[in-house]
């Protein structure tokens, strides 16, 4: 199947673009001869195509064991994908397996590669297409995230302009909340972590993780949890992420002792696959449940949202096919009256996130903060969280902002 745009039509849009251009020409001078404002900065030519994609696979270990309530690792894995067009370059990236890479290369690369670089929902629907027999769900939505942020960066580039200012702001500032707290954590970490986010950078909401080995150390969890609340003080809003480690009746009891405690955020108490589940807890818990990471189709977002499933959705743009998805799941949260909080990532969210209106949060997770400020060292899109909120495109820089640090980065590629 031919995935290229047919001849005919590439003709019809370069005729399109020098009707435009002459216009475009028309206009130029008009605004010389009446001393008006210039008109924007544009790409050389109207219709910049992406010329080259390209991806790698970087695998950084983490700063000591972690886990979560059910899955424990030692490692990390980040899939960057690069586009190029009119000397610009775009990144994008998602935490993924190595395969993902290869789905880029074999699927999505040959869709993208000389189509419009500007028209990146038309791009994002032809991924999609072209992903139709292997399974979107999964790496294949992942892959198309990766390219998909990494065209809007290029796309902001060409044009000159921060993404958020390409997409168009909707607030200036991005509240985060500091996440980490792995089950692994003794006390003296947990504290550590703990004062580094709320005395240290001033953000005054923390995440730890609970359902310790799949709910089995409910007693452990709730003294943790208690460790926190005493660590943060009553100042910090204290959220928990059980990543679907308890059972229905577990998690009921086990949030009506987080409302000792003040827990304002209860995430995944159980399986995100069980709406009906999540939807019994909330109506039962003061503590706004959340869910959504897992969220890889537009679709899926839209199911969890019509159970009544969440008080919160969460979204992951290096998962459910991007930004271009995200700010529609946003979309469909706001419709029912709610927030959408991002999940990980924070850099490659941070833009899009002061795009929307119903913005809750942004996750300032600990792993990947880590390991963007370990790729993208010395990039000027490096969001700084004091205070408790970032404030992306503040400088100007265009796109994300971020430049791969190769000389840094060069020990941990592993495909
Ligand atoms: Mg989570």
């Given amino acids: 199947m031919n995935r290229h745009p047919a001849p005919e039509e590439t003709t019809h849009l370069e005729d399109t673009?020098?009707?435009?251009?002459?216009?475009?020409?028309?206009?130029?001078?008009?605004?010389?001869?009446?001393?008006?404002?210039?008109?924007?900065?544009?790409?050389?030519?109207?219709?910049?195509?992406?010329?080259?994609?390209?991806?790698?696979?970087?695998?950084?270990?983490?700063?000591?064991p972690e886990a979560d309530g059910t899955l424990a690792w030692d490692s990390t894995t980040l899939v960057l994908v690069t586009v190029r067009g009119e000397g610009a370059t775009g990144l994008g990236y998602t935490y993924a397996p190595a395969a993902t890479a290869r789905v880029v290369d074999d699927l999505l690369a040959g869709v993208v590669t000389g189509a419009p670089a500007l028209d990146v929902p038309r791009l994002n629907e032809a991924m999609h297409r072209a992903v139709r027999n292997a399974g979107l769900p999964g790496v294949a939505a992942q892959a198309i995230a990766a390219t998909d942020i990494a065209l809007w960066d290029l796309k902001a580039r060409l044009l000159g302009l921060p993404l958020v200012h390409l997409l168009g702001a909707a607030r200036d500032d991005v509240p985060v909340y500091g996440s980490g707290g792995f089950t692994t954590y003794d006390d003296r970490q947990q504290e550590r972590q703990l004062r580094t986010w709320v005395e240290e950078q001033g953000i005054p909401r923390v995440k730890i993780k609970i359902a310790e080995s799949w709910g089995g150390r409910e007693a452990r969890d709730l003294r943790r949890v208690a460790r926190a609340r005493a660590v943060v003080g009553d100042a910090a809003e204290l959220y928990v992420d059980a990543n679907g480690g308890y059972g229905a009746k577990q998690a009921v009891r086990v949030a009506r002792a987080l409302a000792g405690e003040g827990v304002t955020w209860f995430e995944e108490p159980v399986s995100s696959d069980h709406l009906t589940t999540l939807k019994a807890i909330r109506e039962r818990t003061e503590a706004d449940v959340a869910a959504g990471e897992y969220g890889y189709t537009l679709p899926y977002f839209e199911h969890m949202l019509a159970a009544g499933a969440v008080d919160c959705l969460q979204a992951d743009a290096t998962r459910c096919g991007g930004i271009t998805i995200w700010l529609r799941a946003a979309a469909l949260a706001q419709a029912r009256g709610l927030d959408l909080s991002g999940h990980c990532a924070p850099h490659a969210h941070a833009h899009a996130a002061a795009a929307i209106p119903n913005l809750r949060h942004l996750e300032w997770f600990h792993d990947h903060v880590r390991i963007e400020r370990l790729l993208f060292a010395g990039s000027a899109g490096l969001l700084d969280p004091a205070g408790g909120s970032l404030t992306p495109g503040h400088?100007?820089?265009?796109?994300?902002?971020?430049?791969?640090?190769?000389?840094?980065?060069?020990?941990?590629?592993?495909?």
């Fill in 395 to 415: 400088d100007g820089t265009p796109g994300l902002g971020l430049t791969l640090d190769a000389e840094r980065a060069a020990p941990y590629r592993t495909g």
């Fill in 17 to 64: 673009d020098r009707t435009e251009d002459t216009d475009r020409t028309e206009d130029t001078d008009r605004t010389k001869d009446t001393a008006q404002p210039r008109t924007p900065p544009m790409p050389s030519k109207l219709s910049p195509t992406v010329e080259r994609v390209d991806t790698a696979v970087y695998t950084v270990p983490t700063d000591a």
